[in-house]
């Protein structure tokens, strides 16, 4: 079975719409016929609590430190222990596509993962299974049920655990808020990937033979500007002002810097890579986070703005399958810039 198409929505800013995104994109791309993997890996678990009602995530917490346990936590915990592998857990179907939920727990694991990043550079084989861990997790269950793609949901920093994220995805994508603090971040976000993948491709070189490590190849797909105001059709010209400087700073922060070593793992500087934008529908977001559908599919009576929503959505997946399916070709590709 052919690996799946891994992807991590990806800001170190907190409330840019990530957790909406990734689960909407999802939804989109299941509806489209894809069959698509949710691993909740932020240890909020936001992720989880939207697409499964409250009472069944307190049930999936309680338990997940029993032989049966199906979060996340229960799947890697053996890793933590010391004592093997990551353990089998059968996602969960929601809305259409299949969870790993989520656990609070996840946060101590990424304590320990901070520990075998180090110890990775000292060659240390149990280090390197650690760091491997969810990725061979995602292996694991991908060769069981088949997944076209696979999405990490990310928390808000720079941590040990979003790094074992996104050098295990294929492709990642900013999600921006139109404002100031959005264009400051990416150029953290663009100098903390490319020093990632530097120590990954470091650790690799010096890995023993038998050691699996993580392929360190995240592609910048694109970005997706969200949450902004519209006033009669068009974007406010406060968020526009914003997003022009967005634009051109995912150019420079992002695509020029990881062009700079590996021309493959971003578009070229000149392109715009926007995958598609996703207006301020507050009300239709709260409303869908309730019900724990797809926003197009909340209750209620504003059509329009669910059947723009549905479009916007259906735009941004086709998106990504074309892009991410020329991206996998451009791939062949090796030369610097
Ligand atoms: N398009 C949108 N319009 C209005 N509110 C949104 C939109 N997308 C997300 N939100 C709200 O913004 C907040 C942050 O979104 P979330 O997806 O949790 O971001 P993150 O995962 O980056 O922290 C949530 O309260 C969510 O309800
Ligand atoms: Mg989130």
Redesign the pocket.
């Known amino acids: 079975m052919s690996r799946p198409v891994r992807i991590a929505l990806f800001s170190h800013k907190g409330g840019v719409g ?2 909406t995104l990734t689960a909407n994109i999802a939804f989109a791309l299941a509806q489209s016929g894809k069959s698509v993997l949710l691993v909740d890996s ?1 240890p ?1 678990c ?2 989880t609590s939207y697409l499964l009602s409250d009472d069944v995530v307190d049930e999936l917490l309680n338990n997940a430190n029993k032989p049966n346990g199906q979060t996340i936590w229960s799947a890697v915990r053996p890793v933590f222990d010391n004592v093997g592998v990551g353990r089998f857990v059968e996602p969960i179907m929601a809305a259409d596509v299949a969870l790993l939920p989520g656990d609070i727990r996840l946060s101590e694991f990424e304590e320990f993962l901070g520990d075998a990043w180090a110890d990775s550079f000292k060659r240390r084989l149990g280090a390197l299974l650690a760091t491997s861990s969810i990725s061979d997790m995602v292996t694991r269950l991908s060769r069981e049920q088949g997944f076209d793609f696979v999405f990490y ?1 990310t ?1 808000p920093n720079i941590g040990p655990l979003n790094r074992v994220l996104l050098l295990d995805s294929d492709y990642f994508i900013v999600p921006v808020a139109c404002d100031l603090f959005s264009v400051r971040a990416l150029g953290t976000l663009g100098q903390t990937i490319k020093k990632w993948i530097l120590d990954a491709r470091t650790i690799a070189s010096i890995a023993p033979d038998s050691a699996a490590c993580l392929r360190a190849t995240p592609a910048f797909l694109g970005y997706v500007p969200q949450r902004f105001k519209v006033y009669g059709q068009t974007m406010t010209k406060e968020a526009n002002f914003y997003l022009r400087r967005i634009e051109s700073r995912m150019g420079s922060d992002i695509s020029a810097v990881l062009r700079s070593i590996d021309r493959r793992l971003a578009p070229a500087r000149s392109a715009n890579p926007v995958l598609g934008e996703i207006s301020d529908i507050a009300s239709l977001v709260q409303r869908a986070q309730r019900e724990g559908v797809p926003i197009w599919r909340c209750s209620g009576s504003d059509r329009q703005a669910k059947v723009a929503t549905e479009e916007s959505f259906g735009k941004i997946a086709a998106c990504l399958v074309e892009k991410s399916q020329s991206l996998v070709s451009d791939r062949t590709e090796t030369s610097e810039e």
Do not use: S
């Open positions: 990530k957790t932020d909020q936001n992720l949901d928390g």
